[in-house]
């Protein structure tokens, strides 16, 4: 069992047998009444995020989930998902789209990723902090309007779409952050 003291950002768990991380977990001790914790947490099958209060010192009813992670490298994507080849045994693992979720923009062939197993099925995927992806369209910057800090759209060769400064030009390489999905750098070829 995990008791609330345990509970903390990417604590990953099992309630009422759907795995979940931790988001944010907050602990409050009201000067009258018991204290409990108070933890927002994301399905980790469905993305679909619950705020959940457990009194402390009690049971939560959480218990360690049967998670196994693997680093696989992405290989290709079809109609049905998303291919990947496991790095230990090199045997091909297909991951269906709704698992994948928003972490398709920021794929390209050969990101090694960490896959999650619950059950011994793929459930979701870690991408590394950061990626580097090529612009392929964006408007051309205003020739003087590079002091205003002003931005622009710029569409990357994976399909995402992310605000970037005005001096930024097609088939430059740029860095993204892909916890948040903004601009980080521009990187040298």
């Known amino acids: 069992m995990i008791d609330t003291t345990d509970f903390r950002k990417g604590l990953k768990l099992e309630l009422e047998e759907k795995v979940y991380v931790v988001v944010k977990s907050e602990f409050t001790n009201p000067g009258k009444g018991s204290a409990f914790v ?7 099958e469905t993305g679909q995020v619950i705020e959940r209060t457990f009194k402390s010192g009690v049971s939560t009813g959480c218990i360690v989930p049967d998670l196994l992670e693997r680093e696989v490298e992405y290989m ?20 269906s789209t709704e698992h994948v979720g928003d ?14 197993y619950y059950k011994g099925k793929p459930i979701s995927i870690e991408l590394p902090n950061f990626v580097v ?8 910057g205003l020739k003087g309007d590079t002091a205003s800090g ?40």
């Not at 108070?38 to 980790?44: G, P, S």
């Not at 998303?82 to 693992?93: C, H, L, R, V």
């Not at 995402?160 to 993204?176: A, C, G, Y």
């Open 133 to 140: 992806l090529r612009v392929v369209e964006t408007d051309p």
């Open 76 to 95: 290709y994507g079809d109609a049905d998902g998303f291919n990947f080849m496991d790095q230990s045994n090199f045997e091909s693992i297909h991951v």
């Open 38 to 44: 108070r933890a927002k947490m994301r399905n980790l």
């Open 150 to 189: 002003g931005l622009k759209k710029a569409v990357m060769d994976t399909g995402l779409q992310i605000n970037v400064p005005l001096f930024i030009k097609e088939n430059e390489l740029l860095k993204i952050d892909t916890r948040n999905g903004e601009y980080v750098e521009r990187v040298k070829e």
């Open 103 to 116: 972490a398709k923009d920021y794929l390209q062939e050969g990101i090694k990723i960490s896959l999650l």
